[in-house]
């Protein structure tokens, strides 16, 4: 196996990093920061991240196939007009709970947007208007990032057995996805919220988002929103 190598290459000190998504046309890593209320986008060519605030904690960011994204924001489905960037619901649930909010979000293979708060699921399909973190590389097998456990593991999905366990220097991994030109890279998302100064002394890259290399896998590209 490939000697794994682990990087901070945004060192962002996101309150809640989560739901990466590698945008293969533009070279670049999406996620977004839940309770910092922003989408970001970071350029490994430019090594620097933007990021667009929100008016709502933002709890996930996919790919459209008509082009820019998707966002689950609050209890909102919205679009995402990255240059112009403009926000537009699509639609929203949970109208009479303006506490409540989404917890994740991700796209199937068929292109719906599946999201879910801790009581209920809800789908987005094309022209369909009702509506943490893991990841499938080409064998089939299931990464899951641990909160908390400052790891990310590799599993048979069939039969539970944990095939490989890498460690990173944060305790609070959210999220992990594949990306780089060939899929063989991974990143993984973390978190800072509910640490304090002696932690985070500690752990200065918490909240940052870091890249695995050596893994000896691939990952699957992630499916667009088909709306």
């Known amino acids: 196996m490939s000697s794994v190598k682990i990087e901070c290459v945004a060192n962002e000190g996101c309150r809640i990093g989560e739901?990466?998504?590698w945008d293969e046309k533009e070279s670049a890593l999406l996620f977004v920061d839940i309770t910092g209320r922003k989408v970001c986008r970071w350029s490994p060519a430019a090594k620097q991240a933007q990021a667009i605030s929100v008016d709502a904690p933002v709890s996930s960011v996919a790919l459209r196939k008509s082009g820019d994204y998707v966002i689950?924001?609050?209890?909102?489905?919205?679009?995402?007009?990255?240059?112009?960037?403009l926000v537009t619901t699509i639609t929203q649930v949970d109208k009479d709970k303006p506490n409540n909010r989404f917890n994740d979000g991700k796209v199937d293979p068929a292109g719906r947007y599946?999201?879910?708060?801790?009581?209920?699921?809800?789908?987005?399909?094309k022209e369909e208007s009702i509506p943490?973190?893991?990841?499938?590389?080409?064998?089939?097998?299931l990464w899951v990032a641990c909160y908390n456990g400052g790891r990310v593991i590799r599993l048979d999905p069939e039969t539970g057995k944990r095939l490989q366990t890498v460690k990173l220097?944060?305790?609070?991994?959210?999220?992990c996805?594949?990306?780089g030109k060939d899929y063989s890279e991974m990143y993984v998302t973390s978190?800072?919220?509910?640490?304090d100064k002696e932690w985070l002394s500690r752990q200065p890259q918490a909240g940052g988002?870091?890249?695995?290399?050596?893994?000896?896998?691939?990952?699957?590209p992630p499916y667009p929103f088909a709306g």
């Open 19 to 21: 739901s990466p998504v």
């Open 72 to 85: 689950t924001l609050g209890t909102r489905f919205a679009a995402l007009k990255w240059k112009e960037q």
């Open 114 to 125: 599946f999201a879910g708060n801790r009581r209920s699921i809800y789908k987005l399909e």
């Open 132 to 141: 943490d973190g893991m990841c499938i590389d080409t064998e089939g097998k």
């Open 169 to 175: 220097p944060v305790d609070k991994t959210t999220s």
């Open 177 to 179: 996805c594949f990306g």
């Open 191 to 195: 978190a800072s919220d509910g640490m």
């Open 209 to 220: 988002i870091f890249k695995i290399t050596g893994l000896g896998v691939k990952g699957v």
